[in-house]
T-cell receptor, first 115, second 115 residues
């Protein structure tokens, strides 16, 4: 079945540091890939997405590139802020599945940015 | 624009009691999802609907859980009888259309504690 693996946290960084969160996936079809972010006490919200190979999703200074050859979708930000402290989830939905936009999530990575 | 609305935001109940969680999706969205989030198991998809019809309820943990979507603007998740292991944050999400590229919009969640 489909699965998403992402690096375990917590990841602790200083402000303005470079952030990378690794995400790899297994899917029987040709998935769309997503990064969702969850701020404390809130629901998840979409950060960015990519729907085909070599697409780059970007938002709020975050980027991730869909790499079909390595089945990866790593999240990066060049200079983090304290406000980026949150839990980040990598997810996929498989277009070949009759399940449509059923999302498979990774375990989440908690990021803490210190001033 | 109102997002996904969930009620109650917090629920504390005693073991054996019936619990009903409510969700109002974003107007015009035709897919709805119920998730459960715990520290031990992460995010789990419980059930999802398309055009008010349940598509897949294989994630519902057992017969004590049931979900309905009587119309396009309302869904309930019921637990009867509740048990302490049901304590979790329950999220509702909706998407505009059925499809793997669609973004899911999450509500703020209901934090359930069963004593």
């Amino acid at each position: 079945g489909d699965s998403v693996t992402q690096m375990e946290g917590p990841v602790t960084l200083s402000e303005e540091a470079f952030l990378t969160i690794n995400c790899t996936y297994t899917a029987t079809g040709y998935p769309s890939l997503f990064w969702y972010v969850q701020y404390p006490g809130e629901g998840l919200q979409l950060l960015l997405k990519a729907t085909k190979a070599d697409d780059k999703g970007s938002n709020k200074g975050f980027e991730a590139t869909y790499r079909k050859e390595t089945t990866s979708f790593h999240l990066e930000k060049g200079s983090v802020q304290v406000s980026d402290s949150a839990v980040y989830f990598c997810a996929l939905s498989d277009r070949r599945r009759a399940a449509g936009n059923k999302l498979t999530f990774g375990g989440g990575t908690r990021v803490l940015v210190k001033p | 624009d109102a997002g996904v609305i969930q009620s109650p935001r917090h629920e504390v109940t005693e073991m054996g009691q019936e619990v009903t969680l409510r969700c109002k999706p974003i107007s015009g969205h035709n897919s709805l999802f119920w998730y459960r989030q715990t520290m031990m198991r992460g995010l789990e998809l419980l059930i999802y609907f398309n055009n008010n019809v349940p598509i897949d309820d294989s994630g519902m943990p057992e017969d004590r859980f049931s979900a309905k979507m009587p119309n396009a603007s309302f869904s309930t998740l019921k637990i009867q009888p509740s048990e302490p292991r049901d304590s979790a944050v329950y999220f509702c999400a909706s998407s505009l259309r059925w499809g793997a590229r669609e973004t899911q919009y999450f509500g703020p969640g209901t934090r359930l504690l069963v004593l």
